[in-house]
């Protein structure tokens, strides 16, 4: 789209608002403070924020203690496979006496 395109169509959407705000009645007041005054009230009975938010907090809590735990698992298998790797002869020594005193 060019610019002189766009100029084009908001000119003409500019005649046709023009058009239909000419013959356009006023805003009803009484109306309006009406429909304002029934949507408040839908809008109050529909929502319900007191129920919702507790069990969103319990998921988010419950989602944290999970991540905690993961992750004190994965670091707890990390240091032991970091620690058997160090010493990694001996325990071969250790269990082979095992063996030979059971046999």
């Known amino acids: 789209m ?8 908001e000119k003409r959407l500019a005649a046709l608002f023009a ?3 000419a013959d ?8 309006l403070d009406r429909l304002a005054g029934q949507s408040a009230e ?4 529909g929502a ?7 069990t969103r907090r319990r998921r988010m809590f ?13 670091a707890a298998v990390a240091i032991a496979c970091f620690w058997s790797s160090l010493f990694k002869d ?7 006496n095992v063996l030979e005193k059971v046999a």
């Open 2 to 9: 060019t610019p002189n395109e766009k100029q084009w169509d």
């Open 19 to 21: 058009a239909v705000d």
């Open 24 to 31: 356009a009645p006023p805003p009803d007041e009484e109306f």
């Open 42 to 45: 839908a809008f109050q009975a």
């Open 48 to 54: 319900s924020p007191q129920t919702q938010l507790p």
């Open 62 to 74: 419950v989602l944290a203690l999970r991540t905690l735990a993961a992750t004190a698992a994965a």
């Open 90 to 96: 001996d325990s071969a020594v250790a269990f082979e």
